[in-house]
Each structure stands twice: as C-alpha cells, then as structure tokens.
C-alpha cells in the first residue's frame, strides 16, 4: 500500500514549521525530488515487520471482575504455560503491564492506551517461559509508570494488601502486592525511579534492580532509556535469584546492553556474610521526611547482618544526593522526548520497536487533559527545559552521571555493600478523590529519594522486608558494584535465614 504524498500546501506549511519559507515554485520542486524518497517508504511499508516470534500457545484472557481482584492488582487474566522443564518450572508469574504479553492487551495503567494489544513478545517473557513459568496475566502498573504511589492507575487504585486505603508503591503496585498475596510466586517489575523496590519496601517483597542493561528491556514500554531497568520481585531471595538468572542476558534487541556480566546468583545464597564489608549510607538515613521509626527497623537489620559476622561502618557517599539530583533533568526531559514527544519510543538507535505500540502511543494527544498530574508536572519541566534550554541540562546532567556513579564506586572500593532503607517511610493513605493537585504529587513522588540515585548511576539495588511498622512493611536496600546482584543476594539470604521480619 503507498503511503500519502503531501501536497503542495502541506510541504508548505511542514517548511513553515521549520522555519523555513518557500515559494509554491520551489515546493514544487522540492515535491518532485522527494518522491524516490517516499517510494522506498512504500518498500518499506510492503514488507513484513521483524518481530520475533510467538512461540507458547495462549488465549487473549479477561478483565478481573470486583470481586476476583479485591486489591485492583490484575490488569488482565490469561494463562501461558512455558516449557515443561526449567529453572522456573512450577513458578506463576505476573508481568507488569508496561510488558509486551502477545495477544494480551496492555495498557500501561493509562487510559489513552486502553485497547492496545501487543503482537510479539517481550524478551523476559520468552526467557521466563524458556524457564519453565506459568505467566498468569498483567499486573495494574501506575498511569505510565510514573508514579511511586500506588493511586494513579487507571482506572482504579491499587490497594496495599497489608492495609486497604494504603499505597502498594509504584509503579509496578500490582506485581508486588500479587507476590505479597500470594496469588503468584514471582512477578516482573520495572525501575526508573525506584519503581521495583518501593513497592516491595511497602509491600513486604523482594525486589531486585538489576545493573542498567543486564536485563533486556526488549519489548517493554519505555521511560527513558538511559534509566530503564526491569528485574524480578519474588516473596523470598532464592525465587529472586532464580528469576535473575532466567532473565539475565543479552538479547542482541536492546543497545542499552554492552556485554552484561551475568553470574550464577543462586550459588551465593549459601555464602553467609562473614568478612562481607558494609558500608551504612549517612546521607541515606538523612532524608526531610524519614521516619525515625523506619530508621530504626534498618539500623536494628543491619545489626543482625553484622552479628553474623559481617564488618560494617558508617560511610558518606554526597553523590548519593547528586544523584538524587540528576534525575529531574534526565528523568523529566528524557520522558518528555522519548515517551511522550514523536514516535513515543525515540531514535537513533537499533532497538527492536512495536510499530503498533508506536501508532497507539500518538494518540495521548487527544486525552492529554485526562494525563496523571504526576506525569504532567514532568512533562511540564520537561518541556521547558528542552524549549527554553534546548536539552542543555538533560545533556551536562549525563555528563555529571559519570560523577555520581564514581562516588559509588569508590566507596565500593572499601565495601561490599553499602545499606540505607529503601524508603524513608512506610505506605501512606491513599489521597482522596479530588484532592489539591499538591497532595496527589506528593503522594507519587515523596518515597523516591533513596531509590532514584541508583537509576542514574545503573547500581544494582535490592528491597528486603527487615520489619513492620504499625503493621507496615519496611525495607532495607542493599546497593552493590555493578553486576555485584551475587553479593547482594548473599547478604539478603543471611538475613532472611536467620529471622522472620514479619516479626520484627
């Protein structure tokens, strides 16, 4: 089928918008010498897409009623059943609904993207059912996944399943509190902000971002690609090793990978933590709004793991908070331009891209009133910045990424490990219809300060429960050298062996 050719009126008015100013004789002009142009875009437009291919039966599943989905977790039910063998073989697994899921629909908890279906499937898919999973269905994902709250999913909230009205964190909410239910083993989330762990630190999982580019992103719905990671969550370490070492690995789809380092994680789970080095982050502990009762649940977790032989001591990172920092640039104006501006996904790179999830993505336009106030506030600074700066600060805040992550490195030049919590509270009340735009964003965004930094610098960072506050799940962080997950679930499962943080 031969695309549209513009007319003359139309090439017009596209050099107007580039500030440029034609004559109808030299449109004209321009008109002919591109049309051998447009006749390779009809080349392009007759051949068959490159995709891979779908290789486990599955149905096109059903919206969850009321009652099935108390806590609003499930998106979308279907059962894929993988491979009869594996390391995964048994293990039923939620998929975020930013995740390609062929055949399922995916939403991105976003009304404007409400009945798109996806036509292959993502590489994490394949590999988990390569394992041997059962994939159960999607999990509700905050609007965009913009959110580390748990109340800007359309349509509804995700309820905390430790208390009903309360945040399950964001933004992969639902795969966390479907692993906190038990309704499955594992679940898949994704991070750019802290959007794996915060949910398990409110939840009461185990949620593990990996290293920036160990897991492909391949087919998942992106952010911004320099802080994109996806990574398991799971109700115990030894399923979240597991999940890693499906999961882990190049796919040759995705060129935020650069030959990732992937490692036998289950054989550190025996290792214990004597001798191990840990470093207590000062400025992780000096957050405006940290609760001091949280605080405690981390110091008193982190005396355990050094009562079993662990050498731990106080250690300043200030690029923690650089960080911390650079986010708002990167984050915002990597969004604005990759997510929400052009195509939805970005250029100048060889990704694998969903054509069709490109087509939907455009059409935000026409409900972009209906957007989540938190992704409107980033979008805003976002465009600012690009439009009035022209991307500067986007681009000297990389630049200065490099400094934030040597500051990690040196300290885990001393340490192995390097602690602080996850998040600086517990999960707040959920704010009520028709709040003040103020109490919506702060309800998003005010859990983020200790996660964002690592999204920057591409450290891996682990969540584990540590204990309860008020009947709350807190969480501690555990942050390694780049592709140090190994020692990270070596310190987890010492802790985890030793005492139940249910009752802690």
């Known amino acids: 089928m031969a695309i549209t050719r513009p007319t003359l009126d139309q090439l017009l008015a596209i050099a107007a918008q580039l500030n440029m100013q034609l004559t109808h004789e030299q449109a004209a002009s321009y008109l002919d010498l591109m049309q051998p142009s447009f006749d390779a875009y009809d080349l392009v437009d007759e051949l068959c897409d490159f995709v891979p291919p779908i290789r486990y039966e599955r149905s096109s599943g059903y919206r969850p009623s009321a009652k099935e989905n108390p806590l609003n977790a499930w998106y979308y039910r279907t059962e894929v059943n993988g491979a009869r063998s594996g390391l995964l073989a048994g293990k039923t697994v939620a998929l975020k609904d930013n995740i390609a899921l062929a055949g399922v629909p995916m939403m991105n908890g976003a009304a404007p993207l409400e009945g798109f279906v996806p036509g292959f499937d993502a590489t994490v898919v394949t590999r988990l059912l390569d394992a041997g999973a059962t994939i159960l269905g999607k999990a509700t994902c905050e609007h965009y996944c913009l959110s580390g709250g748990s109340h800007t999913s359309d349509p509804a909230p995700v309820h905390n399943p430790h208390r009903h009205g309360y945040a399950a964190g964001g933004s992969s909410s639902g795969s966390a509190a479907l692993v906190a239910t038990g309704e499955v083993d594992i679940a898949v989330g994704g991070d750019q902000g802290g959007s794996i762990r915060i949910p398990s630190a409110f939840c009461g999982t185990y949620g593990m971002k990996p290293t920036h580019g160990l897991v492909p992103y391949t087919g998942i719905m992106a952010i911004e690609a320099t802080i994109d990671h996806v990574g398991p969550i799971s109700a115990n370490v030894h399923d979240n090793a597991l999940m890693l070492q499906a999961m882990a690995g190049s796919d040759g789809l995705d060129p935020r990978q650069a030959a990732p380092q992937v490692d036998d994680y289950c054989s550190y789970l025996a290792r214990g933590v004597s001798g191990l080095r840990i470093g207590v982050l000062q400025e992780g502990f000096a957050l405006a709004n940290q ?13 355990r793991l050094e009562a079993l ?37 970005g250029f100048n790179w060889k990704g694998l891209y969903d054509v069709g999830l490109l087509d939907k993505q455009a ?136 005492v139940d943080w249910r009752t802690l």
């Not at 609760?291 to 005396?303: F, G």
């Not at 040597?406 to 219809?433: C, E, F, N, R």
């Open 291 to 303: 609760d001091p009762r949280v605080a405690d649940k981390v110091r008193d977790a982190i005396a």
């Open 309 to 345: 032989g662990a050498h731990v001591e106080p250690v300043s990172v200030p690029e923690h908070n650089l960080a911390g920092s650079l986010w708002h640039p990167i984050g915002c104006e990597g969004l604005t331009m990759q997510m929400m501006h052009g195509n939805g996904a």
């Open 363 to 498: 059409g935000w336009r026409e409900q972009a009133d209906q957007l989540s106030a938190s992704l409107k506030l980033c979008m805003f600074v976002g465009q600012y910045g690009l439009t009035h700066y022209n991307g500067r600060y986007y681009a000297k805040a990389q630049n200065l990424a490099r400094f934030a992550r040597q500051g990690y490195d040196k300290a885990l030049q001393s340490y192995d490990l390097l602690v602080m919590p996850t998040t600086p509270i517990t999960a707040q009340p959920h704010p009520p219809a028709g709040c003040s735009i103020t109490e919506y964003v702060a309800r998003a965004l005010e859990m983020i300060g200790n996660t964002a930094p690592q999204d920057i610098t591409g450290h891996p960072a682990m969540s584990i429960p540590c204990g309860l506050v008020d009947g709350l799940p807190v969480g501690l962080m555990l942050v390694a050298r780049h592709y140090g997950e190994g020692t990270i679930y070596q310190a987890a499962a010492a802790f985890e062996a030793t």
